[in-house]
Structures are given as structure tokens and as C-alpha cells.
């Protein structure tokens, strides 16, 4: 099983920006799709965007799309979101999470394993 911790969460002002890391341990990281997730108080977990084993494959929700940026570096076993021209609706705690499978996929369910989470808060 992997472990996951985040990191790189907090308050900043609308239009700025946060990279979140997530270092993973427990597996051998080049195995496995990465993806972010997020929830805001009384909503249900969004995805927010997803990366292939290599990093050569990426998707990413339409509402972050041209702001947010996945990547991944095996080496460090670290998977990154870049988010920049951050909104208020971005608020939300953010989570990463590991697939074992071979699949891209934006649904939660289909993940393995997950980190505790990093609140983002965005203000306006």
C-alpha cells in the first residue's frame, strides 16, 4: 500500500498562486497513475486532474483547465499541481491519490489509496 502526504496548502489572495506536492512511499512510484482530487464543506469530492505512470498523459476538469498544471517526478517519487489565477471557488481541501491499475480516470471510487488532504483557501 502507498502512503501519501501533501503539502504546499494555504490562504492567498485571488489571481495568485500554490504548487501542492505529494510524496509518496510503500511503492515503487513509476507504477502508479496519480491524480488530485478536492472537496469543499458540503460538497462531494471533485476530480481535479490525473497523470499517467510516465507523465506523458494528462487530464484535467474543464473548471481548471488552462489554470492548473499536474506533473510528476519519478526520481522524487512527487507528484505536483501548479495552480495559478486561483478563484475563490478553488477553496476546498485538496487530495491527492494513487491507482494501481493501468487506467486514467476521473472517478474517485477507482483510487486505491489517499493522502489526508491540504486545505486551500482562496480569497476574494
Known amino acids: 500500500q502507498v502512503q501519501l502526504v501533501e503539502s504546499g496548502g494555504g490562504l492567498v489572495q485571488a489571481g495568485g498562486s500554490l504548487r501542492l506536492s505529494c510524496a509518496a512511499s510503500?511503492?515503487?512510484?513509476?507504477?502508479?497513475?496519480m491524480g488530485w482530487f478536492r472537496q469543499a464543506p458540503g460538497k462531494e469530492r471533485e476530480f481535479v486532474a490525473v497523470?499517467?505512470?510516465?507523465?506523458?498523459?494528462?487530464s484535467y476538469a474543464d473548471s481548471v483547465k488552462g489554470r492548473f498544471t499536474i506533473s510528476r517526478d519519478n526520481a522524487k517519487n512527487t507528484v505536483y499541481l501548479q495552480m495559478d489565477s486561483l478563484k475563490p471557488e478553488d477553496t476546498a481541501v485538496y487530495y491527492c491519490?494513487?491507482?494501481?491499475?493501468?487506467?486514467?480516470?476521473?472517478?474517485?471510487?477507482?483510487?486505491?489509496?489517499w493522502g489526508q488532504g491540504t486545505q486551500v483557501t482562496v480569497s476574494s
Open positions: 491519490a494513487a491507482e494501481y491499475g493501468d487506467r486514467l480516470t476521473t472517478y474517485y471510487a477507482s483510487y486505491d489509496a
Open positions: 510503500g511503492r515503487t512510484f513509476s507504477t502508479i497513475i
Open positions: 497523470i499517467s505512470k510516465r507523465g506523458l498523459l494528462r
